[in-house]
């Protein structure tokens, strides 16, 4: 996929929160998070996220706007405050480190085996897909301790 040209009202975005938030309570890293979503990482369309609600008042403004995909932006929470907002975020890019990976991690592993995210985001989102990955996973090296995300990605896809 080639890097799409931010608009600088998209770069806009990425400097107000970039200085302000760490990078770790994200699903992307700063420097693509014009490119990917700020809370699944998927490198997909970018949606400007209202944190207080148009509806409410809520400006387009920098400090008001977070980036995310349309998956995540209807999940998002539509109340006025940032904090909710981020911890939201946080909670939400760490919901598959249960099975060894982060949501980054993972749209990053499925990108590069030609795996449909979409599928292994289903998967590892019920009880009975995260159990069959975990048995699929028992047949699978570890690289000494640790799965690798592709490792995770073929378990979830299969
Ligand atoms: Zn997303």
Same mark, same amino acid.
């Given at each position: 996929?080639?890097?799409?040209? /931010? !608009?600088?009202?998209?770069?806009?975005?990425?400097a107000y929160w970039s200085v302000r938030i760490p990078e770790t309570d994200l699903g992307t890293d700063w420097d693509e998070a014009t490119i990917r979503c700020w809370c699944c990482g998927r490198p997909r369309k970018l949606q400007k996220c209202h944190i207080t609600p148009h509806a409410q008042g809520g400006p387009a403004t920098p400090d008001n706007l977070v980036l995310l995909c349309s998956h995540c932006h209807e999940d998002a929470p539509d109340v006025p405050n940032a904090d909710a907002?981020? %911890?939201?975020?946080?909670?939400?890019? @760490?919901e598959f480190y249960d099975i060894g990976t982060s949501l980054k991690a993972l749209a990053r592993a499925c990108a590069d085996l030609g795996a449909d995210f979409e599928v292994a985001y289903v998967a590892a989102? !019920?009880?009975?897909?995260? %159990?069959?990955?975990?048995?699929?996973? /028992?047949?699978?090296? !570890? @690289?000494g301790g640790r799965l690798s995300a592709s490792t995770v990605a073929w378990a979830l896809v299969g």
């Open positions: 996929m080639g890097k799409r040209k /931010a !608009t600088p009202e998209v770069e806009g975005i990425v907002m981020f %911890a939201w975020i946080r909670t939400s890019r @760490h989102s !019920t009880p009975e897909g995260r %159990a069959k990955v975990k048995e699929r996973l /028992a047949q699978c090296g !570890t @690289h």
